[in-house]
Structure formats: C-alpha cells, structure tokens
C-alpha cells in the first residue's frame, strides 16, 4: 500500500486520508459505518474540526469500534489561547487522550495569521496543549496561498493543509515544493473543489499524481468511500479521457469558479464574497445542519446589501462577475429554504 511520511512528524500513514465534514449529513449509525469501512480499507487519517457540527462525535463512536490505530486530524476556529479549551472538547468528542495532529482552522488572511502568532494567541494555545501531551504536532489549514507561503518560510508548523484541486492547482508551484525543503507534512482538502467537481476519477488521480502529499477525501455513503479507495488502490496516471474531462469543467468553472485567494476584498458592505460565491458547494457539505449554523446565515443575509458597486470586480484576477453570482447564489438559496 502507498505510504508516505508526513514531513517532520514522522508520522507514515496511507497517501489517501479522510474528510469528516461529509459525516454531518448522516446520522450517527451511518456514519460509524462510513468510519470503519475506510479504516478497515486502510486508511489511517482522519480529519475532523470542532467546526464540523457533530463530526468529532461521530468518529469518537466509531473509534470505540475500530482496532487499527489511526492518526487524528482535527481544528479549531479560535484565534486565542483560549484554543486550549477547544482542544479539551476534541478530546471529549473524539473519546481519545490525545490527537496527533491540531490546526489552527483557515487562517487565510495575514491579519488573522500575525494574531494567532502574537502573545496570548492561538498557537501559544497549542504549544501549552501540546507541551501537556494533548496533542502531538501543531498545524495549520489555510485557503490563501500567500499566507501558507509565509507559513512555510517562518517555519513554526509541523504540517500545513491547503486546496488542491485540478481547478486549484498552484499549490504544487508556490508551497509543496518550500513545504518539502523544510520538511513539513502536507494535506490537502477540496480534491473535489468543494464537491464542485463531480467526477471523482480525474479528480483522485490529478492529487494522487503529486508526490508527497496526503489528500483527505471524505465521504459520507459507503459507495462513495469504496469508490475513492478503488481510484486510490488502482494507481496509475491520468488517461486521455480524464485529460479532456479535466480541460471541460476548467472551462466549464472558469468565470464562475472562486478560487479563494480574497483579492477583491475588502467589500465596502463587509461582505465574505468567497463564502458566498462557494454557497452552494458550502450548503451541499453541510446538508441539514446549515440550519443550526448562526454565523452562516449571518453571512448570507449580510449579502443582501451587496450594492451592485462593482468595486470587487475590478480587483478580482479572474475576472467573475461577483455581484451576478451572489445575485444569482441568494436566489437559489431562497429558493432552497422554501421548498
């Protein structure tokens, strides 16, 4: 089975690891099903974060059920010391005395990185937590290629998480290779682009193309996990059609796709346009549970104001029409509510 080691950590685990945010859509039954079946696979990461609803708490069930040790992923979204105590509630969620591996959750804005860096701030949480044995390795996720840069150079981290998809290929330029000269483990999320892309053959064996790297695909039926463990175990290169697959849905999502890198900000309305122009693939992850989320519909009912200014455009380098997307994205969620 392809391994690999996971920079600095020395940890070696399986080069295909597992997503919790699909689990949220599942009830509880389900999803310990979905657990054991990819670890009984052989897959030996798994990630979570206290974000993801009730994910930690469906894979502390399943861990009660499962005999091969695994490597626990999780995050928090506190940019304080205070992270201490999300850490705790990891632990309580997941049943376990110590995740291996614990993110300081999408610092993709340098601000929000010098604040996490800064006394009493999120990583001084994790150093108290790890200097404790709460947790094993200190990490960090991040949708911005720019802070992950900054990441890398200052060196702090023993594993860093970024996108990587076929529509968001530039990780493999600008940050895998600084990552591997100092020797820090990388996962990486959105092999599917938030579950843009729906075929997951090219999709799987774009990211397992790159060495060194460990996606975290999830999955929340057991046919969809046993299908990316068959990509997976098959191997071999991208095929002729999965070329001409990939070079479709580029153009298909090519004036429509966000990829994140948040250069038309700062919106004069404080409108998250990232997280609006990805509503949908956002709902899709979360299923039933975008009901019970607060802060997402703050952020969407905040986009109402959108004045049309047309300012984001301008900066954007892709050239979206943002203001028609978060148009057209409130309409259909709308349109979603009241069904």
Known sequence: MDKVRLGRTGLVVTRMGWGGIPIQRVGEQEAVSVIRAVVD???????????????????????????????????SQIRTAK?????????????VAKVHIYHLHNISKQEEYEQVMAPGGGYEGLQRARDEGLIDHIAISSHSLDVLERVVGEGHFDVIMACYSFLEPDAAKKVFPLARAKDIGVLTMKALSGGVIEE??????????????????GSETLERARENWKIFMEGGALTERDKERIEAIRKEFDRVFCRRCDYCQPCSEKISIQFLIGLKSTIKRFGNQVQELKWMKEMIEKARNCSECGECMTRCPYQLPIPDLIKKNLAWYDSLMNQ
């Open 41 to 75: 696979m052989g897959v030996d990461l798994l990630d979570t974060a206290r974000a993801y609803t009730d994910s930690e708490h469906k894979i502390g069930l399943a861990l009660r059920e499962v005999e091969r040790p695994v490597v626990l992923s999780s995050k």
């Open 83 to 95: 992270i201490y105590d999300d850490v705790h509630e990891s632990l309580k969620q997941l049943q």
């Open 200 to 217: 997951a053959g090219p999709a799987l064996r774009y990211v397992f193309a790159e060495e060194g790297i460990v996606p975290i695909p």
